[in-house]
């Protein structure tokens, strides 16, 4: 074949000129040879296609991704291999090579592009909001009819600080930009919905009690016409704590355990225990702190009749035996409740 550019007669034809000739205009590759990447100077996500993305990748690792999404290969390249290097980093821009090494119609060639992909730090919306304090959810900490103890508090502190930590895997806006300290409980403020409810549900599991949650509109996106909500969350423990009595359906109850969903207590005349769903919570009433519990002396006993000095005035009481007090010896200590002028032997 004859090659109309030099007019060789005895090489491999490609298309209409000889492979030699062909390879002259030939590239395996394009790259532009500048490249842009936008990328958070905070958490170095990167804006592609309208998204940020990937935060937390070193930027050597950004230029190279950035390289690689730029190349456009041949059809007719195979089995190429491709190195990309940083030559170097002047300020914002990375002067980078990119060597490929393949074969176009059996013949090996090797060629380098040069490229500078320039990184242009921002702020992405995310580390723009933790910057200005933006908070989509209140927890407004609270305990029923009764203050919050410092041990409550900084349990609570604790618990809303773990979870957090563990949601920030997942959501950047697992962040608590304040906590209003008022005297009827602490507001933590939380970046995200998402969290906040998390942190609801943790403070429940710890100390039992009603979560309600009250969305409000606070404006109005113009451009989308979408309500901007932002949640209140109360988490209202209960009032009574483990070891206090309680009044549940005409019963006493002496409360046994406080847990996510329910709460145990004995009923101190009978010695049941009793499960309450947490949601009746509002149905039980506080008779008596565990502090209340009192000690005393046992004077006598016979098979029904168990005789008690009352702490108060020291006087002689006569008590129903149980079986629970038959082991009792005369001039042991005893531990007793006063409610509503009765007296309940504890075990
Ligand atoms: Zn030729
Ligand atoms: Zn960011």
Redesign the pocket.
């Known amino acids: 074949m004859f ?1 109309p ?2 007019g ?1 007669t005895d ?1 491999e034809m490609v298309e209409d ?2 492979i ?2 062909f390879l002259k205009e030939f590239q395996m590759i394009e790259i532009p040879r500048k490249i842009e990447v936008q990328i958070c100077s905070h958490c170095n996500s990167k804006l592609e296609e309208g998204k940020w993305s990937d935060e937390f990748i070193p930027e050597d690792e950004i230029i190279y991704r950035a390289l690689e999404r730029n190349i456009k290969i041949a059809d007719e390249v195979e089995n190429e291999i491709i190195n990309l290097e940083i030559d170097q980093i002047k300020g914002t821009i990375a002067y980078c090579y990119v060597e490929v090494a393949g074969y176009v119609h059996g013949t090996e060639i090797e060629e380098t592009h040069d490229c500078e992909v320039k990184l242009l730090k921002t702020v992405c919306p995310s580390c723009s909001k933790i910057q200005s304090g933006y908070y989509e959810t209140v927890i407004q900490f609270r305990a029923d009819s009764r203050e919050i103890k410092a041990e409550e508090y900084a349990k609570a502190d604790e618990i809303v600080e773990r979870t957090l930590v563990k949601q920030s895997k997942k959501d950047k806006l697992a962040y608590c930009p304040q906590i209003a300290k008022l005297k009827e409980g602490y507001d933590y403020y939380i970046g995200s919905f998402k969290s906040g409810h998390k942190v609801a549900e943790a403070l429940k599991e710890e100390f039992g009690g009603i979560i309600k949650e009250s969305p409000r509109l606070i404006s109005e996106d113009k451009s989308t016409g979408k309500g901007l909500y932002r949640v209140w969350i109360s988490v209202r423990i209960p009032e009574f704590e483990t070891d206090d009595f309680v009044m549940f359906e005409d019963k006493i109850l002496q409360i046994h355990s406080i847990t996510k969903n329910s709460i145990v207590g004995v009923d101190i005349s009978t010695n049941k225990k009793h499960n309450i769903p947490m949601k009746n919570m509002e149905d039980i009433k506080l008779v008596k702190k565990a502090e209340d519990i009192e000690t005393t002396t046992v004077i006598s006993k016979s098979p029904s009749i168990i005789q008690i000095l009352d702490p108060s005035d020291y006087s002689a009481v006569d008590l129903e035996m149980k079986d629970e007090f038959r082991d009792y010896n005369i001039g042991d200590e005893i531990k007793l409740i006063k409610i509503n002028d009765y007296i309940y032997l504890l075990n």
Request: aromatic share 0%.
């Open positions: 090659c550019e030099c060789s090489k000129i000889c030699d000739c």
